[in-house]
């Protein structure tokens, strides 16, 4: 299938890779004029290691536009510090920024932006060792930047970095040391620092159910908030109107006066900006902590350098959604007429295996629950395909019930429970059915169950 091109004027996006390989060809420029062997050189212009520059060209990348609303937007903002002797990649769709630095030989400070697909592209095959990107010319009007390593040259053409949009930035109250390129002031900016393993056990457990409807926007998201305690806990929670996730996590790095009210940690952050952090942090093995920056619109996540460069940052920083969460909470059920107790892998295998056929009839699986019996027997029925069931014992109390569920809710859960067994508690079969794992975990997960219909 051909990929329509997108709307970028300038011919920034319509120069292909081959293009771009054939001006290879060109004469390289002699010493003096931009290259990093020995002379003072004026201009920006920096060296590092190909496997640096092509991980962080792929990280900022997936925050570019894939269809820009201005033509900027389909580049990568990079910025040399030849004081700090560090490199900033810079991606912003206008709602999601990634920024990414690493240590460089910096000679020549500047800034510039270049096309990002084409510039990843070509770097991630270039032989490993070291490469420059020289953009020294860039007083010229349109002069191209050159890309140099062992296996040859490059020329790519780039846009002013006066043209890129101002990037979000979260300014704390106190000055930020290490905000090299600062952006929109936060007066009312809050920061504070997360064990990573609980941001991720909060993501995880909660995102797949946010919804995919962006008519309700705030729905696809997950809701964060901090509540009060010793030590504080931060609660996930995520819904898409027909199940709900909710998870609490000890967050020992807060003081515990902040879930009292100094920090008003109680917003919704996009689904998106949450899967690239999870994507960045689940790779993630020096670090244990991951700050948080946020105030009334935005939020940033100031990422731990990968091992062995600790001069290099990360920043995440994205707009929240707007809208007020629907109080979830009140979804629970106190009570309830039954209680079934039964083994987590089991159950996933048979529930994989009815799904097969439960798919070719919207997903849809029926439980019959017998308290005299003790078993749970899940079938399933396909018209023109057929049918199956399978039986598992459990522990139950309370009467016999017959209800059904949408297969896939339940898959997206349970493999995410990681105890031996769960339980599932229950009052009606139109009434909300309540998830848990067993043991110390905090973790809620509401479902409703599918109407059956008489037949």
Not at 216 to 234: E, F
């Amino acid at each position: 299938m051909v990929q329509a091109q997108r709307p970028v004027d300038r011919e920034l996006e319509a120069e292909s890779l081959a293009a771009v390989l054939r001006s290879s060809k060109t004469a390289a420029p002699q010493r003096g004029e931009g290259y990093l062997d020995g002379a003072v050189v004026s201009g920006f212009s920096f060296t590092c290691e190909q496997a640096d520059l092509s991980h962080h060209l792929a990280s900022v990348g997936r925050a570019v536009a894939s269809r820009p609303a201005l033509p900027v937007l389909a580049n990568v903002l990079v910025e040399a510090d030849a004081e700090t002797q560090r490199v900033a990649l810079t991606a912003f769709d206008l709602n999601l920024c990634i920024r990414s630095e690493f240590e460089a030989q910096v000679r020549g400070s500047g800034r510039t932006t270049l096309p990002a697909k084409l510039l990843s592209d070509i770097v991630s095959r270039l032989p490993s060792g070291p490469v420059t990107l020289d953009a020294s010319s860039q007083a010229k009007e349109s002069a191209p930047v050159i890309l140099m390593s062992a296996a040859g040259q490059y020329q790519v053409r780039s846009l002013s970095a006066e043209e890129y949009p101002t990037l979000p930035e979260i300014s704390l109250p106190a000055a930020d040391a290490d905000g090299d390129f600062a952006g929109e002031e936060s007066p009312t900016a809050q920061a504070l620092e997360l064990p990573i393993e609980s941001l991720l056990q909060g993501i995880g457990q909660t995102l797949f159910a946010a919804s995919g409807d962006e008519t309700k926007q705030v729905l696809t998201g997950v809701h964060v908030k901090l509540l009060a305690g010793d030590p504080p806990c931060l609660e996930f929670a995520a819904t898409d109107g027909h199940r709900l996730a909710m998870v609490q996590v000890e967050a020992e790095g807060i003081p515990v006066a902040s879930a009292h009210g100094e920090i008003g940690l109680d917003f919704t952050i996009p689904a998106r900006t949450l899967r690239e952090v999870e994507r960045i942090l689940g790779t993630q093995t020096a670090a244990s902590t991951v700050e948080l920056r946020f105030d009334r619109s935005q939020v940033q996540f100031v990422l731990p350098p990968r091992a062995g460069k600790t001069q290099c940052q990360r920043r995440i920083t994205s707009r929240l959604l707007e809208g007020q969460y629907p109080d979830y909470n009140r979804l629970i059920p106190r009570q309830f007429e039954r209680q079934i107790t039964l083994e987590r892998r089991p159950l996933i295998e048979s529930l994989e295996r009815v799904g097969v056929l439960a798919a070719q009839r919207n997903d849809i699986v029926k439980f019959n629950l017998s308290a005299a019996t003790q078993t749970l027997r899940i079938s399933t029925e396909a018209p023109d395909v057929g049918s199956g069931e399978e039986s598992l014992p459990v522990q139950m109390s309370g009467p016999d019930l017959e209800l059904a569920f949408n297969v896939r809710y339940l898959l997206d859960a349970l493999r995410v429970f990681h105890t031996q067994q769960v339980s599932l508690e229950l009052n009606g079969a139109t009434q909300p059915a309540i998830w848990k794992p067993l043991g110390a975990m905090r973790l809620c997960y509401l479902v409703m169950p599918v109407q059956l219909r008489a037949t």
